[in-house]
């Protein structure tokens, strides 16, 4: 049955998603949802990370273009073959990090790609200040549309992005995440700007992990879950907990073969861990046989500790001590020296060479294991390759094969052996099992859970709350930049990690 245009009530839609589908190499990102943005209301869109918000809004603006369904401006069928076609139809977006250039002025950011033009074709550079500054006031910023970018602050940055997004005259604007590097006061400034849209008559659609904000500024919620359509309706007929209930409300799946694991002495322990603007005051122990999970919401500060923890980035503060003894990591070289190792999150730019073949691949950090007098020996290479792939189930026609052919759940497997190979004490895990498919997730949690069981100490970084609650022993909570909570046994849920990580209380007001 297709989408019922006025089935919510007041208004028809300006615009609809209709049974949307859209797959990518393994990945059913979106599965038949549906999405109705009404003028001069605020519809907020919820889930968890991975439920398809991103996918959504690169659909509405013509980034990608669906398999499945129909967009329907003003109740008729519309196709958004590029992002020109969607500003036409007056679909912008406001995104958390938008591009801007620092060598042009404010005009020039907020015209680049349609400027305003005269006689013979060329730039009407006085028509682009003058358009530039009726919109700068239009939403109450004081800045001047001739200054150069590169002399203004963070908050006056933002709302050139947001001037930019409102130069294409339009009816849909969407806004993904748009406080996360606000203050206090720019982001009540932003309500206020959100409320002059709503009077316009702009439809707005609000992406937040923050449960203030949707609950203050929203007239309307749609929840997607994995991918699907869950539910709809008045933010004034739904609370917290409802809402919490409807993005996590799924059983923990089959594909996590968690083995009971002895757990042992103390490996890491970290001590008052800070950056001057990532994380703050990070505390926690992990033990010998451990999975120990860090759960949050975008923007909670889980990957940028990790990385420091490993030496990409510096702390301002903190120490670590492995084995009981202090050891000062400055690099990742220092880390791998101290028996930590890190998988990271995007495999293909930071956790492997695609170019270069599988065994090469794994053996890059253990090169003096395998080199003799400054020579790589090829025959060692291959063997400590084959030995860590073949405990990983590797699937490649051979161990020469370029590592970009793989799919992504066997380049995981690769970014995998090749720290393993270095005989760590600590394994970090970023979203190991990011982007890849039932079988080869359930692989890699078939081997983290041997390593466990084996002793190795396991750090798991994961948005995904089945896994999160199927794999780890104790959970750290982390939620902007700080430790929310730590949970373990019977307080482990769908809804503590929830409630936890959007800062909600326990009877479901934000906290």
């Given amino acids: 049955m297709g989408l019922q245009p006025n089935a919510s009530g007041g208004t028809p839609p300006v615009l609809a998603l209709d049974r949307i589908t859209k797959t990518f190499p393994g990945v059913r990102a979106l599965d038949g949802v549906m999405l109705e943005l009404h003028a001069g209301e605020v519809t907020s869109l919820i889930g968890e990370n991975g439920a398809g918000k991103s996918t959504v809004v690169k659909i509405l603006t013509g980034i990608y273009q669906p398999d499945g369904g129909e967009i329907l401006l003003d109740g008729a069928p519309v196709r958004f073959a590029a992002a020109q076609d969607a500003g036409r139809a007056g679909v912008t977006a406001i995104h958390q990090e938008t591009v801007l250039f620092d060598e042009l002025s404010v005009a020039e950011n907020i015209f680049i790609g349609h400027a305003p033009r005269g006689r013979f074709g060329l730039i009407d550079r006085a028509a682009m200040q003058r358009r530039a500054g009726e919109i700068l006031r239009s939403i109450g910023a004081e800045v001047d549309p001739g200054a150069k970018l590169r002399d203004l602050g963070i908050a006056s940055r933002h709302l050139v992005a947001i001037a930019r997004a409102l130069s294409v005259e339009a009816r849909v604007v969407i806004m993904d995440e748009p406080t996360a590097a606000l203050s206090q006061k720019e982001i009540e400034e932003l309500y206020l700007l959100v409320e002059q849209l709503k009077q316009q008559g702009k439809a707005i659609l609000f992406i937040s992990h923050k449960f203030d904000e949707i609950f203050r500024i929203s007239d309307r919620y749609t929840v997607f879950r994995d991918g699907q359509f869950i539910a709809s309706g ?190 760590p004490g600590v394994i970090i895990l970023d979203e190991p099992t990011k982007g ?76």
């Fill in 436 to 511: 890849i498919d039932i079988g080869s997730k359930a692989a890699v949690h078939d081997f983290m859970s041997e390593l466990a069981a084996q002793g190795l100490s396991v750090i798991m970084v994961s948005s995904e709350i089945p896994e999160i609650l199927g794999m780890s022993d104790r959970v750290i909570v982390m939620r902007e930049g700080r430790i929310a909570a730590e949970l373990a046994g019977d307080d482990l849920s769908p809804e503590t990690l929830v409630r936890h990580a959007a800062g909600i209380g326990a009877r479901g007001e934000a906290a």
């Fill in 234 to 423: 008045r933010m004034a007929e739904v609370s917290e907990g409802e809402l919490v209930q409807m993005m996590v409300g799924r059983a923990v799946d089959q594909i996590f073969p968690k083995r009971k694991a002895s757990i042992g002495g103390e490996v890491l322990k970290v001590t008052g861990y800070c950056h001057p603007t990532e994380f703050a005051d990070i505390n926690f122990t992990l033990h010998r046989g451990e999975i120990l999970g860090f759960y949050g919401l975008v923007g909670a500060g889980r990957s940028e500790f990790m990385q420091s923890l490993i030496g990409i980035t510096r702390p301002s503060k903190g120490v670590t001590r492995i084995n009981g003894r202090i050891r000062v990591i400055r690099s990742p070289a220092d880390a791998i020296g101290a028996g930590i190792v890190y998988v990271p999150e995007d495999r293909g730019r930071q956790g492997a060479i695609l170019d270069m073949p599988i065994f090469q691949n794994v053996t890059l950090p253990s090169l003096r294991q395998t080199s003799k007098s400054g020579f790589t020996r090829m025959a060692e290479e291959f063997a400590l390759a084959r030995e860590y792939t073949e405990r990983l189930d590797l699937r490649a026609a051979s161990l020469d094969t370029p590592v970009g052919s793989l799919s992504g759940g066997n380049q995981q497997k690769v970014v995998i052996a090749k720290w393993l190979a270095t005989k």
